[in-house]
């Protein structure tokens, strides 16, 4: 494997890894906590959680793209026709919805309203992702 390929994957997983959990640990510790926060605080935790996502959601886009050209994605037929690119089409829309479900419970967040059972959501997108990316690891698809 090539430098270039070994960060690539690093990156990806990294950032996979990082965006996960700050979703899992927001919807896990902000609703019972975000009543007794004061303002300030509030907004750097929806603010740090909305760097984490966009900046994941970008590496992920540019990493997952590069990843799919190594894995020989070129072609729909590859990528709709087989359990590997299933895997891959899920990841997508998953990611999608975590980056959207992510952007509203912070919108949410930002103007004093309850975000739980969004951030609930997405904690759920988060395990799915995470799911999935172990089935395409494992390599039994």
Request: glycine fraction near 14%; proline fraction near 1%.
């Amino acid at each position: 494997m090539a430098i270039t390929e070994t960060v690539v994957y690093a990156l990806h997983l990294l950032f996979a890894g990082l965006w996960t959990g700050s979703v899992l640990f927001a919807a896990a510790t902000l609703p019972g906590i975000a009543g007794g926060l004061p303002a300030s605080a509030r907004d750097s935790f929806v603010g740090a959680l909305r760097n984490v996502s966009r900046a994941s959601s970008a590496v992920l886009l540019l990493s997952g793209g590069y990843m799919l050209t190594l894995a020989g994605y070129t072609d729909g037929g590859t990528l709709t026709g087989t359990g590997r690119g299933h895997l891959v089409l899920t990841m997508l829309v998953l990611w999608l919805a975590l980056a959207g479900l992510t952007e509203v419970a912070a919108g949410r967040l930002e103007d004093s309203e309850d975000a739980s059972s969004i951030l609930y959501g997405a904690s759920v997108v988060a395990v799915l992702l995470l799911l999935d990316a172990g089935a395409l690891a494992s390599g039994m698809f």
